[in-house]
């Protein structure tokens, strides 16, 4: 649970204001681990998870594909998007196809020495602050669906445009390359 020891207490431009949401929460529990412990152990790792859906940076992500279902997450902060892979029966039961539009409550990460994690193409308006960031897709894990979708409103077409871009840029330049969708999980 590291990547959120940071990144919270700053005040988002758009903070989550996502509730966390129990009912998701089980079967995706039940679907992505085997065991009693894997189980117990991520009960006792959601305070944190609570914490960056609520007060973590609202930033635009579109599905990139649902065979596997990838969504590529974007950070204004660094310009760059990241790639996350979920179970692909999120896919259906959310009805998402190529291109939806959804919302991530960021979490970002410093290094002192200034790098950045090896899987992000920083973008011309990356702001230098950060080295990393943690998306969090509300849709999948926090309540009130109709408000989380209303969230994609607070973002431009030119903004949307931006996200797709990059996603294909970095699935030209990354294809083998994804992040686990439920790292806060685990």
């Known amino acids: 649970m590291a990547p959120f020891a940071s990144g919270i207490g700053g005040s988002a431009e758009n903070p989550g204001k ?11 529990r039940k679907l992505i681990f085997s065991t009693f412990k894997e189980k117990y152990n991520s009960d006792m790792s959601l305070q944190p998870v609570m914490a960056a859906l609520l ?24 310009d760059a998007v990241v790639m996350l892979e979920f179970p692909k029966q999120l896919a259906e039961k959310y009805a998402l196809v190529n291109g939806s539009r959804l919302v991530a ?18 973008g011309e308006r990356y702001l230098g602050n950060y ?33 797709q871009t ?15 969708g439920f790292f806060y999980l685990k």
């Open 166 to 180: 990059l996603a294909a840029e970095y699935h030209a330049t990354h294809a083998d390359i994804k992040r686990d």
């Open 55 to 78: 007060a973590g940076d609202t930033q635009p992500a579109v599905v990139f594909s649902t065979d596997p279902l990838l969504v590529a997450c974007y950070s204004d902060e660094m």
């Open 18 to 28: 996502a509730k966390f949401s129990y009912r998701k929460y089980y079967p995706i």
């Open 131 to 163: 080295s990393d960031f943690f998306p969090i897709v509300q849709l999948f894990i926090a309540k009130n669906d109709k408000k989380i979708q209303k969230r994609t409103e607070l973002f431009s077409e030119e903004q949307w445009e931006r996200v």
């Open 105 to 122: 409550s960021c979490v970002y990460k410093s290094d002192a020495f200034g790098s950045h994690a090896s899987d992000i193409t920083l």
